[in-house]
């Protein structure tokens, strides 16, 4: 059997292909896909390399997971994986990279689509929100809707460009401008723009990518970059960590990289929420034991852009059970009952983080005697805000919180 990688072992090979197929590959990837005894790809991928391909020919399995474990049990024998662009940008390279290490594969990358389309268009990658919305979520461009902000988003097929549109004026961002770019890098390639509130763009290509030039009225929904949202941001029954202290709190839980947050007795979701939204890679799980709250969390989290927001529905401290250990905890309401900050320290990762804020009595006595048993810092938190008073105006307090930290050690 001919040798097909570029050096010993790399027995995997991934080739990035682009929509003007064989035209765009170099002489090495049209090499390798010839030689090689099984090829992998979609059904596209498939068409455009048809020529070159001598050995057996498969498809995606569906659930894909199943391709996955058939190309990891060839470990060893020659591979070709065809992907669109760059496959390890929101490509199939990454996924395979979690089951075959570096030095096992062979990277043959085209440009992304991203890459094209910014090309095309004149625009500073660099500068650019880049987000996949291809088989995820639509709402998951909330949080980029900045006016000035510009948005290369992937899309799932050709009715994409119209949701994103009715997204953006439901907003508040009908003056945006909406670029289709349809087919790029192929022969078929169309570029086609228009202002969201007139948009009425017909047979776009499935295979399409969108651009967006961010504008919006004064009172568009622009979510903030920094913590403590505006209440009305949140659906509630009156169960919500307001936003001065939702802002201290979020400071003192001071989320870092990757970090996982247990959110006990969420309520509305808010601290959750906001911790997701600090960064993608965050990853938030919000216990709360109201049926109807829990319903309320997620479709706070989805109106906020971050609808991968776990929810657990169940009373803690059994709730807790079975979850994945954090690195990170709050607990707000319910936190009083008996046994709930004892399996929340027991959960904790060595070296992670509890936040717990006191509003009742017995839950300021149960932190205060954590604080002298175990050490950490308190804070006493006093808000109070201008409100009417008949014809006058004066200030009105909050209810005091106090608020316990901790680090595991």
């Known amino acids: 059997m001919s040798e097909t990688s570029i050096a010993p072992g790399r027995w995997l090979t991934i080739i990035g292909i682009g929509e003007d197929g064989l035209a765009g590959l170099g002489e090495?990837?049209?090499?390798?896909?010839?030689?090689?005894?099984?090829?992998?790809g979609g059904a596209r991928h498939h068409a455009l390399m048809a020529p070159l391909v001598k050995g057996q020919q498969l498809d995606w399995a569906s659930p894909f997971e199943r391709s996955v474990e058939e190309i990891v049990a060839r470990r060893g024998t020659p591979v070709v994986v065809l992907a669109s662009g760059d496959p390890f940008l929101y490509g199939v390279g990454a996924t395979l990279s979690r089951h075959v290490s570096a030095d096992e594969i062979l990277t043959i990358p085209a440009p992304s689509s991203f890459s094209l389309a910014a090309s095309r268009l004149g625009w500073a990658l660099q500068d650019v929100a880049s987000i996949s919305l291809h088989g995820r979520p639509i709402e998951l461009l909330y949080p980029h809707l900045h006016p000035g902000r510009r948005i290369i988003a992937l899309t799932s097929d050709a009715a994409t460009p119209a949701q994103l549109v009715a997204l953006l004026c439901k907003q508040g961002f009908a003056e945006s401008k909406i670029h289709v770019l349809e087919a790029l890098g192929g022969s078929g390639e169309r570029i086609r723009q228009q202002q969201a509130e007139y948009f009425n763009l017909d047979d776009i290509d499935p295979l399409n990518v969108c651009a967006l030039e961010i504008a919006g009225a004064a009172d568009a929904?622009?979510?903030?970059?920094?913590?403590?949202?505006?209440?009305?941001?949140?659906?509630?029954?009156?169960?919500?960590?307001?936003?001065?202290?939702?802002?201290?709190t979020l400071s003192a839980l001071s989320p870092r990289y990757g970090e996982l947050l247990w959110d006990i007795g969420s309520g509305s979701g808010s601290i959750a929420i906001e911790w997701m939204l600090q960064h993608h890679s965050l990853k938030?799980?919000?216990?709360?034991?109201?049926?109807?709250?829990?319903?309320?969390?997620?479709r706070n989290a989805t109106n906020l852009g971050v609808p991968t927001l776990a929810v657990v529905e169940g009373r803690a401290p059994e709730a807790l059970e079975g979850l994945p250990c954090p690195d990170v905890i709050f607990v707000g309401g319910g936190g009083s009952e008996d046994g709930v900050i004892d399996a929340a320290l027991a959960a904790l990762k060595p070296g992670g983080r509890i936040v717990a804020n006191g509003v009742t009595l017995e839950m300021e006595a149960k932190i205060m005697a954590l604080h002298a048993a175990v050490g950490g810092s308190m804070t006493r938190i006093e808000i109070s805000r201008v409100t009417a008073i008949g014809q006058m105006t004066g200030w009105r307090p909050a209810m005091p919180v106090t608020q316990w930290c901790w680090t595991k050690e």
């Open 28 to 40: 090495q990837a049209k090499h390798l896909i010839s030689a090689a005894p099984v090829v992998y």
């Open 221 to 248: 929904r622009v979510i903030g970059f920094a913590s403590g949202l505006d209440d009305r941001f949140f659906d509630h029954d009156g169960q919500l960590t307001k936003r001065e202290h939702r802002a201290i």
């Open 284 to 298: 938030a799980i919000a216990i709360e034991q109201s049926v109807e709250r829990a319903q309320r969390i997620a």
